[in-house]
């Protein structure tokens, strides 16, 4: 049947002027937004290299084990030459800048403006502020070097899917993808193999594509030895990335 013989309304077909004029000038303004977005990040992180993207739940509180291993991570980091790149909220964001920020290297925060959250953390030598969930997630795959995923929710699994599907489909640079918390991802990776990876709804080497550590020294050792292993000097072409 096609096309014909339906209504497929078209922005340009608007009769209402007023409507038409309304609508336009709301979706343009939009798209400004997201494009000064994208620009901001680009002229802020664009230079901040070798970097690391750390993501987690924003319930985990001080104290909590993941709180203080997050800190103790972005501190080795850190001080190994590593900008820390987090979502700047509270929880495993604000552990991933507070150890940051006592390191050698920069402290970033990619806050997002939610009406009932979130409140930017204090550890924060630069902070940028998005309205839009996916210009932010550009801004946490486009300059990371590595990618550190601690405990979360929804918000951190969809962060790991993301990256997860950049780098399966050749969108995205290979990178280290490290998850951390043995007894937090065993659940899952066991669901990846049995479901995905047996039903060959992944290929059984897309497994390869990140490794569970728990020691915050392995995890450091871990993204040293992934460059060292491929005799990659992190410049300017290799952290490009491609899906931009």
């Given at each position: 049947?096609?096309?014909?013989?339906?209504?497929?309304?078209?922005?340009?077909?608007?009769?209402?002027?007023?409507?038409?004029?309304?609508?336009?000038?709301?979706?343009?303004?939009?798209?400004?937004?997201?494009?000064?977005?994208?620009?901001?990040?680009?002229?802020?992180?664009?230079?901040?290299?070798?970097?690391?993207?750390?993501?987690?739940?924003?319930?985990?509180?001080?104290?909590?084990?993941?709180?203080?291993?997050?800190?103790?991570?972005?501190?080795?980091?850190?001080?190994?030459?590593?900008?820390?790149?987090?979502?700047?909220?509270?929880?495993?964001?604000?552990?991933?800048?507070?150890?940051?920020?006592?390191?050698?290297?920069?402290?970033?925060?990619?806050?997002?403006?939610?009406?009932?959250?979130?409140?930017?953390?204090?550890?924060?030598?630069?902070?940028?502020?998005f309205?839009?969930?996916?210009?932010?997630?550009?801004?946490?795959?486009?300059?990371?070097?590595?990618?550190?995923?601690?405990p979360?929710?929804?918000?951190?699994?969809?962060?790991?899917?993301?990256?997860?599907?950049?780098?399966?489909?050749?969108?995205?640079?290979?990178?280290?993808?490290?998850?951390?918390g043995?007894?937090?991802?065993?659940?899952?990776?066991?669901?990846?193999?049995?479901?995905?990876?047996?039903?060959?709804?992944?290929?059984?080497?897309?497994?390869?594509?990140?490794?569970?550590?728990?020691?915050?020294?392995?995890?450091v050792?871990?993204?040293f030895?992934?460059?060292?292993?491929?005799?990659?000097?992190?410049?300017?072409?290799?952290?490009?990335?491609?899906?931009?």
């Amino acid at each position: 049947m096609g096309l014909q013989g339906k209504n497929v309304p078209r922005l340009r077909q608007i009769s209402n002027i007023e409507r038409a004029t309304s609508t336009k000038a709301r979706e343009s303004w939009q798209i400004f937004t997201i494009m000064a977005e994208f620009i901001e990040s680009t002229e802020r992180l664009a230079e901040l290299r070798p970097a690391v993207s750390i993501f987690g739940s924003a319930r985990i509180k001080p104290g909590d084990h993941y709180y203080e291993l997050t800190v103790d991570v972005a501190r080795r980091l850190s001080d190994e030459g590593f900008a820390v790149i987090s979502g700047g909220g509270p929880g495993i964001m604000e552990a991933a800048n507070k150890g940051a920020y006592e390191g050698k290297s920069p402290s970033v925060g990619l806050n997002i403006e939610l009406p009932r959250e979130q409140q930017g953390n204090k550890w924060q030598n630069i902070s940028l502020s998005f309205r839009h969930f996916f210009a932010r997630k550009v801004a946490f795959v486009k300059y990371a070097d590595a990618y550190v995923v601690m405990p979360g929710g929804f918000g951190t699994l969809d962060e790991l899917m993301e990256v997860l599907t950049l780098i399966q489909t050749g969108k995205s640079r290979r990178i280290p993808v490290i998850l951390v918390g043995t007894v937090f991802w065993r659940g899952l990776i066991d669901w990846f193999k049995s479901r995905l990876a047996d039903s060959r709804l992944i290929e059984p080497d897309d497994l390869d594509l990140f490794q569970l550590i728990d020691e915050p020294a392995h995890i450091v050792d871990a993204i040293f030895a992934f460059y060292e292993a491929r005799d990659i000097i992190l410049s300017e072409a290799d952290t490009s990335g491609t899906f931009l």
